[in-house]
């Protein structure tokens, strides 16, 4: 049998195991990874379950924030949220979501959370509140969204019948990667809406 | 046509309009519906699916002599890694083969759990074996040993899995 110099202190092993935790740097929450690894594949279903046990276990605990998921409890939520929306259950996506908008989390997360949450509201119809979320976006925003976030306040614009409010976000886009060429056709419905 | 006859007209064609008008709302509402029920129905799954995982867990592994190996990689590795096996005690516990998108979940944070299993409180013997390709395509298989303790309680073990450098080992082990 070999043994690494490393395993080799570890003979008396809950020594070995409880002495060295530097040993490797450990995922602060197993099961919340877990869910990541499936949610990385797009397997929502089996993300959720996890993450959803997760948490159930979590609220159950004595001392939560003795928890491993405690220090990544804002992310969790988030990701719940994002999970959940991807999984096409905006309802409980929306809920998770306000969670998120309402904790102590990162400018740039609460930002993300905030467009998620008038992406869901915009798709329920809910025109007023998803304009509502986008006004609560201040400060750094994610540059992968940056975008996204113009689109959506130029489609809320347009479904509230307000073209010459749609105007200038979609004129920001007309050199965006992913929507140019969306945003030049719905800047052509704006100009024609707008007489 | 007589004025009687266009009036006529006039109202179908109205009434039409008010028809079609009130179906696409009704459908409208219907559609909205039918989505509530099913996220409903969806939610109402992801419990079902929930507590029947729970429920598998504490029966097929009751805390007493359950053990949990999980597997991750760091972000930075640029190492394929193709498949890893696990013996516990000299005998195989399980192996998995890794496609390409796993391997990409593992790099971007994920946490895969490899096995499950049952073992007697006391001390035993992991090996863990990986192969997989280095950065510059040569290949490479490493295996190595650890002895861990399981007392009374549930025992993860995680498994930080790089490819091998200058005097280190790629197989990392902790207790979670």
Redesign the interface.
């Known amino acids: 049998m070999r043994l690494t110099p490393i395993k080799s202190i570890g003979l008396t092993v809950t020594a070995f195991l409880a002495t060295s935790p530097a040993l490797c740097d450990k995922p602060e929450d197993l099961y919340f990874g877990e869910a990541v690894y499936y949610a990385n594949q797009g397997f929502y279903f089996e993300a959720l379950e996890r993450l959803d046990a997760e948490f159930a276990q979590h609220h159950e605990v004595d001392e939560p924030n003795l928890d491993s998921l405690f220090p990544h409890i804002a992310d969790a939520q988030f990701s719940l949220g994002d999970f959940e929306l991807r999984y096409r259950m905006h309802h409980r996506a929306g809920r998770a979501i306000s969670a998120v908008l309402e904790g102590a989390v990162d400018e740039m997360v609460r930002n993300d959370a905030a467009y998620r949450l008038a992406r869901i509201q915009f798709q329920k119809g809910q025109m007023t509140d998803a304009m509502h979320s986008l006004e609560r976006i201040d400060g750094r925003v994610p540059a992968a969204i940056e975008d996204d976030i113009e689109f959506l306040r130029a489609n809320i614009h347009l479904a509230e019948g307000r073209p010459a409010a749609a105007i200038a976000p979609l004129e920001n886009l007309q050199h965006s990667k992913q929507f140019a060429a969306f945003a030049a056709y719905n800047l052509g419905i704006a100009f024609l809406q707008n007489g | 046509m007589s004025r009687l006859d266009r009036a006529l007209l006039s109202l179908l064609i109205a009434g039409g309009l008010v028809a079609s008008a009130s179906a696409e709302k009704l459908s409208g509402e219907q559609m909205r519906s039918l989505d ?1 029920q ?2 409903e129905i ?2 109402d799954v ?2 079902i ?2 507590e029947l ?2 429920l598998e867990e504490r029966l097929l592994y009751p805390s007493g002599t359950q053990i949990a190996i ?1 597997v ?1 990689v ?1 972000a930075d590795e640029t190492f394929r890694l193709d498949a890893v096996q696990i013996h516990i005690n000299g005998e195989p516990a399980t192996h998995h083969i890794y496609s390409y ?2 391997l ?3 790099q ?6 490899l096995y499950s299993g049952n073992v007697p409180t006391g ?1 035993h ?1 992991l090996s863990v074996t990986m192969s997989g390709k280095q950065k510059g395509g040569t290949e490479f298989t490493e ?7 399981k ?1 009374v309680e549930p025992l ?1 073990l ?1 498994l ?1 899995l790089a490819g091998p450098g200058l005097g280190k ?1 790629g197989i ?5």
């Open positions: 509530g099913v996220q969806k939610s992801l419990g699916a929930s995982s729970n999980f991750s760091p998108k796993e990409e979940a593992l971007n944070g994920g946490v895969q759990r001390g013997e295996t190595d040993t650890f002895t861990f303790e007392g993860a995680g930080t080992t990392q082990i902790g207790e979670w």
